[in-house]
């Protein structure tokens, strides 16, 4: 596991454990929506350690916004890697983001959620965990969640059902959809931390001078920047992309890696949170 995480990285900051934390952080690599290719979130790891020993040595942290799972081939990868990243330095976080969530939902929560959730990603991040086409669509939706959590641990769910939210540092506030505008920070709703996409695309005043740092919604090709946020989710499982932002005091800076074996394709237009409404109300 250790070669994941650059020993230049490496250390103590302070102790992280949920959004009200302010980290003494000095530079920040936030590393945009995953979703299951560990061979592209390798490759940028090693490019964020070459870059931050290229610059002055100061409090570093990494911050993933999310969306480790799904989708892509290698969930179950990740989310061990990431969990015993966590446990190793506390200079590295990773936030909860809606196909977490999800994931949680839909095997501890509510059978209504499986469904959605297989859809859009879950099918892929089962068999990441062993699991085969057979033994995910024959079962009941009820033995289908009893096989999923023996074949997950109950501990990673654990773990990923305790990820934080959101994280402060410096002047910059990372999470992975965005915010709802107008509303205090301690009031937003996790819904809306997790899902929100256009009230929060479409606010062109400020965050309460936060620069919001967010995945969720893809940018093809380069992230989403404006004045007040800066959008990093550059479709990572179907466009070989993964993008990361280097944050300091006064000064950002985009890289980001890519598959050249894997054509770009387009992502499929879909809304989780309308189909999970739906199916609440069945």
């Not at 102790?15 to 003494?24: D, H, W």
């Not at 057979?134 to 033995?143: K, L, M, S, Y």
């Given at each position: ?13 302070q ?10 952080f ?10 299951g ?8 790891i ?5 870059d ?22 290698q969930?179950a ?15 590295f976080v ?39 086409d ?10 289908l ?34 915010i709802?505008?107008?509303i ?7 819904d ?15 965050f309460?001078g936060?620069?919001?740092v ?15 946020r ?27 890696t ?25």
């Open positions: 596991m250790k070669n994941l995480f650059p020993a230049s990285l490496n250390g103590s900051a102790n992280i454990t949920g959004g009200s934390s302010a980290p003494e000095r530079r920040v690599y936030a590393i945009g929506d995953i979703h290719r560990l061979d592209l979130f390798r490759r940028l090693a490019d964020v350690a070459i931050n020993r290229l610059r002055d040595p100061m409090i570093t942290g990494i911050v993933l916004l999310g969306d480790v799972i799904d989708r892509g081939p969930s990868q990740l989310l061990r890697a990431c969990r015993e990243l966590t446990r190793m330095t506390d200079r990773m936030l909860k983001g809606n196909h977490e969530a999800m994931m949680v939902t839909a095997l501890r929560h509510d059978l209504r959620a499986m469904g959605p959730w297989l859809r859009y990603g879950g099918r892929e991040t089962l068999h990441s965990f062993g699991m085969t057979a033994e995910i669509d024959d079962p009941e939706p009820f033995d969640a009893a096989d999923a959590r023996s074949r997950i641990g109950e501990d990673l769910l654990d773990w990923v059902d305790s990820l934080p939210v959101t994280l402060r540092a410096m002047d910059y506030l990372f999470v992975h959809a965005g709802r505008p107008g205090p920070l301690k009031e937003q709703e996790e809306d931390l997790l899902w929100i996409r256009d009230e929060f695309l479409n606010w062109d005043e400020d309460g936060l620069v919001v967010h995945g969720h919604t893809v940018f093809e090709g380069k992230p989403g920047i404006t004045d007040h800066i959008g990093i989710d550059t479709g990572a499982y179907y466009t070989g992309q993964l993008t990361a932002v280097g944050l300091e005091r006064g000064e950002g800076w985009i890289f980001s890519s598959d050249p074996e894997q054509p770009r394709g387009q992502a499929d237009d879909y809304d989780p949170v309308a189909e999970l409404a739906q199916a609440n109300q069945g």
